[in-house]
């Protein structure tokens, strides 16, 4: 059964950072992509950040490049999302997701929320 579980959200004021982790288990982690997704109030689901399952590549939305850094760790079966510099508009449910190129969508996670707010 896959499992995803988040946490670190919590609110954080303008300029500050937050350190997303995610905890993934029924898979075969390390053949997995994993990918960070969040959604603000009123709007779409939207990706954020992309850890490819070989090679070590990573992608970025516009958004959040030079400011987000995804991470992983196959022997503890870990994603990260080191978040720096944060905006208001960074505010939203992060969701991690993981996927196979082999079998699709793997799972989601149930979210954490990040408020980014004075």
């Known amino acids: 059964q896959v499992q995803l579980v988040e946490s670190g959200g919590d609110l954080v004021q303008p300029g500050g950072s937050l350190r997303l982790s995610c905890a993934a288990s029924?898979?075969?982690?390390?053949?997995?992509?994993m990918s960070w997704y969040r959604q603000a109030p009123g709007k779409e689901r939207e990706l954020v950040a992309t850890?490819?399952?070989?090679?070590?590549?990573?992608a970025y939305a516009d958004s959040v490049k030079g400011r987000f850094t995804i991470s992983r760790d196959n022997a503890k079966n870990m994603v990260y999302l080191q978040m720096n510099s944060l905006k208001p508009q960074d505010t939203g449910v992060y969701y991690c997701?993981?996927?196979?190129?082999?079998?699709?969508?793997?799972?989601w996670g149930q979210g954490t929320q990040v408020t980014v707010s004075s």
């Open positions: 997701k993981a996927f196979s190129p082999v079998s699709g969508t793997l799972g």
């Open positions: 029924g898979f075969t982690f390390s053949r997995a992509a």
């Open positions: 850890s490819a399952s070989t090679g070590g590549s990573t």
